[in-house]
């Protein structure tokens, strides 16, 4: 849901900007989706009993690319489905041989300029998919874990110890010191001293760092420099730097270095060990429970290990500084600007980007290693070698001994260039110099750091200007009740299957009215059922007007101070004024619910319910005729290009029916074009405010005659008699001059107007605007038995309320019955209390009728 809403969104702009007149392009594509598309194969492959390594690496790739074939065709279907309007001769891959000819053109020119470097670091690795992460890919969640106290004796045999504590005790095999704040009371005297690690039987120091929190546990914290991040940093601020050994391995398993007992065993099996083994030797101080936060692999939620192993990282602050300030500067929007903070936050605090992956899918590193290291230069690089072509020999020592980096780049190293790469850079293309900078990114918030920041950074490197002007960050789509949709919740909407059931305009329409700013999406099936109604109702009223527009000839273009054009005419083109103007205000600012709203208003409400109506008045009249066809063409032909950037299929249907009849709805500008997609969108046109305000009179007029009937629940069929005081001459002669549409739309065959009219005995009262409206109900209805009627009526909801109420205010209901059925309950007295109001408004107003 959340990509066929932001694919919904990008094809409004696209579609509202080539119809006003851009050169548009919407470039269609994929990223190879690296440690995500390698999991679903190797899972496939696991079910046949085969693992990766048994296929070999060219095998196996070969395996993903006939995957992507197939999961690829799948998206672009989908994006179709959707009318989705790109430019598919252009559908781009990022392992395509022109972006991947970009990705090493980046990768050794950074490392050229020294930002790219290889170092051995403590790294986050996910012991399932057997890969490096960035930080970015681990998500931290809190689990209830337990806090270990355990004794370290100290070796002069004094029988003291330091206790510290740990949520992790199988680290402890890769123990190196004990830190204590050098600030800590409690432990002056003690830094300098040698403590016997237990089950290993090492010596390891007591050290000071005035990092350490003296808060936290015993305030005396055991040091693992190899599978700790912060334990990493005090043991390189020592001198000299304390020694790593790494325990853990990159299978998740204990190494040989964890020692005998322990070498093979799975991470958490060892934890029981060394746990039991401790407490057979009594140095288990205690053990409490404890939340804390764990990382986990953001692809296959495995809980991750800080490693120590060799890796590539890009060197990003300056470039992070060059992205800070395109967004500070606004030459980058981000809309809504809520996520400006969460932008500076984060790239402010930036760490340098690890960028290699131990997978197989992606692209692998343009990078070799010399195996002969014959001179000193390439002994100096370490045998390094970065090349944009794969090398023969050695360029620093001639050795022909020569094997490439096994690791692949993450996957957002190379979208980070699509801005560019797709556009056919290194080389200077006429695309690149037309289409870059782009104008807008559409994405989820929860790719602004994988890939927004990392485009910005990029594209600023390397093109010298911002890849985008605005970034328009769009909701998450949630379930009715706002949780998030899932598959272990069974909550997931198919999109095939709303546009199975409803059709693709009504879908697309309720995600663009959904779309409000800065709220998440509370995704309703209801709501997408209305807008089948709302194609229903435009589908009806175009029929109308076509059945009634046959052998007019005109082709002037919509002007609403023609002199022939009825006052409804007048204003009907005016209030599609105000709904041109509204839309063209909200689209650049992305309030794609406010424009879908003002198209769905207008439609249904002011043409179909009011206007239409009103031509069936003017048709056959001779004066008006002729133009009220025009204007019902035209005002119908506006419309449908207005509302196109959102229901493109229903309204290239009628348009092109419209556009074929002789007598051409279309204006000038149009008439020549195949499709409504390439036709002008329409700008603004003049308002006339006078009509605006004389056709407010009629309908308040004939709002007030039918709030009566409504209220007082009177036949449709039956004519009634009204009498209608104004006050002003002006509103006073617009209701005489229109009386015909009032009697009409109102059913009342006889109307009086007048600023000096008296309220008759027993007629019903409305207030209008600055109306009163009076109805006639003598020989309509007998009001004292309609009012005995109305009162038992109500005393039925009464009792019915009565019994609700028990309920709904029993404790012991709130808190037993299923929350369904109290949301019903709650639904049933809403509409009980509605159902009440209304009948009391009835009695009221009888009762007014009744008084002499
Ligand atoms: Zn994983
Ligand atoms: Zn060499």
């Known amino acids: 849901m959340g990509h066929a809403l932001n694919s919904v969104l990008q094809d409004i702009l696209s579609r509202w900007k080539r119809m006003s007149g851009y050169r548009v392009l919407w470039l269609p594509g994929m990223d190879h989706a690296g440690i995500a598309t390698q999991n679903v194969v190797e899972k496939k492959l696991a079910a046949q009993g085969l693992d990766r390594h048994q296929l070999g690496r060219e095998a196996f790739i070969e395996q993903v690319w006939k995957w992507k074939a197939e999961s690829g065709g799948n998206i672009l279907h989908q994006l179709k489905r959707l009318g989705a309007s790109c430019d598919w001769s252009r559908e781009r891959f990022t392992l395509d041989e022109g972006l991947s000819k970009a990705v090493k053109e980046v990768f050794v020119r950074l490392y050229e300029q020294g930002l790219i470097y290889r170092d051995k670091r403590l790294i986050n690795w996910c012991p399932r998919c057997h890969t ?354 899932s598959k272990s919740k069974g909550n997931v909407v198919d999109p095939l299957i709303m546009m199975d059931r409803y059709g693709t305009d009504a879908f697309r329409f309720s995600l663009a009215a959904f779309a409000a700013q800065g709220r998440d999406i509370r995704f309703s099936e209801d709501r997408v059922e209305g807008y089948r109604h709302f194609v229903n109702k435009l589908w009806n009223a175009s029929r109308f007007i076509m059945m009634n527009t046959q052998q007019v000839k005109f082709s002037e273009t919509l002007r609403n101070d023609a002199p022939s054009l009825s006052l409804p005419g007048r204003w009907i083109v005016s209030r599609l004024a105000a709904t041109a103007e509204s839309m063209n205000a909200a689209l650049p600012e992305y309030r794609f619910n406010d424009a879908a709203s003002s198209i769905y208003q207008f439609i249904w409400h002011e043409f179909c319910d009011w206007y239409i109506e009103m031509t069936k008045i003017e048709l056959p009249d001779e004066q008006f005729g002729q133009e009220t066809r025009r204007c019902l063409l035209k005002v119908l032909d506006t419309s449908l290009r207005l509302l196109h950037p959102f229901m493109p299929f229903v309204t290239e249907e009628i348009w092109q029916k419209i556009k074929g009849c002789e007598f051409q709805a279309i204006p000038d500008d149009s008439e020549t074009q195949e499709s409504i997609m390439i036709s002008a969108y329409p700008k603004s046109l003049p308002r006339d405010h006078q009509a605006e305000e004389e056709m407010s009179y009629i309908i308040d007029a004939v709002m007030g005659i039918r709030t009566i009937r409504g209220e007082l629940n009177i036949s449709p069929s039956l004519n009634l008699s009204a009498l209608i005081k104004t006050s002003s001459r002006a509103a006073e002669k617009v209701l005489r001059d229109n009386i015909h549409y009032i009697k009409t739309l109102a059913k009342a065959d006889r109307i009086e107007v007048g600023a000096d009219i008296r309220k008759p005995d027993g007629a019903a009262t409305a207030i209008k605007g600055s109306f009163e409206v009076y109805v006639n109900l003598q020989g309509v209805l007998n009001i004292a038995s309609e009012i005995d009627r109305l009162k038992r009526e109500k005393a039925k909801v009464d009792t019915t309320l009565v019994a609700l109420n028990r309920k709904l205010f029993n404790e012991d209901f709130l808190q037993k019955a299923p929350k369904d059925i109290i949301e019903k309950e709650k639904a049933k007295h809403e509409e009980l209390m509605k159902m009440r109001d209304k009948i009391t408004d009835s009695i009221k107003m009888l009762k007014e009728a009744e008084v002499k």
Not at 239 to 250: A, H, M
Not at 382 to 387: C, E, H, K, L, Y
Request: aromatic content about 10%.
């Open 132 to 485: 490096a992460l960035s930080d970015l890919e681990v998500e931290h969640e809190e689990l209830e874990g337990k806090l270990t106290y355990i004794q370290y004796p100290l070796s002069d045999e004094s029988g003291r110890h330091i206790t510290v504590a740990t949520t992790r005790p199988e680290t402890m095999l890769g123990d190196t010191a004990v830190a204590v704040n050098p600030s800590d009371d409690r432990y002056t005297g003690m830094i300098g001293k040698t403590l016997i690690l237990p089950l290993t039987n090492r010596r390891i120091p007591v050290i000071s760092d005035s990092a350490v929190d003296p808060a936290f546990g015993t305030g005396a914290v055991k040091v693992t420099p190899a599978h700790d991040f912060n334990d990493e940093a005090i043991a390189r601020r020592q001198t000299p730097p304390l020694q790593f050994i790494s325990v853990i391995g990159d299978d998740g398993r204990m190494t040989a270095d964890a020692g005998k007992r322990y070498a093979g065993v799975d991470r958490y099996e060892c934890r029981k060990l060394v746990a039991n083994d401790l407490r057979q030797l009594h140095l288990i101080e205690k053990e409490v429970s404890h939340r804390y936060a764990v990382g986990h692999c953001y692809r296959c939620k495995t809980i991750t290990e800080p490693l120590s192993t060799p890796q590539w990282y890009v060197n990003v602050q300056s470039m992070a500084q060059d992205a800070i300030k395109a967004v500070r500067g606004k030459r980058i929007r981000i809309i809504p600007d809520m996520w400006e903070n969460t932008y500076f936050a984060w790239m402010e605090d930036i760490k340098d980007w690890c960028i290699s992956r131990q997978i197989w899918w992606g692209h692998r590193m343009p990078v070799w290693y010399c195996g002969e290291k014959l001179n000193d230069r390439c002994k100096d690089l370490n045998g390094v070698i970065v090349s944009r072509v794969e090398p023969r020999t050695c360029p620093h020592c001639g050795s022909d001994a020569l094997t490439q980096d096994e690791d692949v780049l993450d996957t957002w190293f190379s979208s980070a260039l699509w801005p560019f790469s797709t556009f056919g850079w290194p080389d200077q293309t006429d695309d690149l110099k037309t289409f870059y900078p782009t104008s807008v990114l559409v994405t989820a918030f929860d790719i602004i750091f994988f890939w927004v920041a990392r485009m910005i950074m990029m594209g600023i490197t390397f093109m010298h200007d911002v890849p985008f002007r605005d970034v328009y960050i769009h909701a998450i789509v949630r379930d009715i009740k706002g949780q998030k949709m």
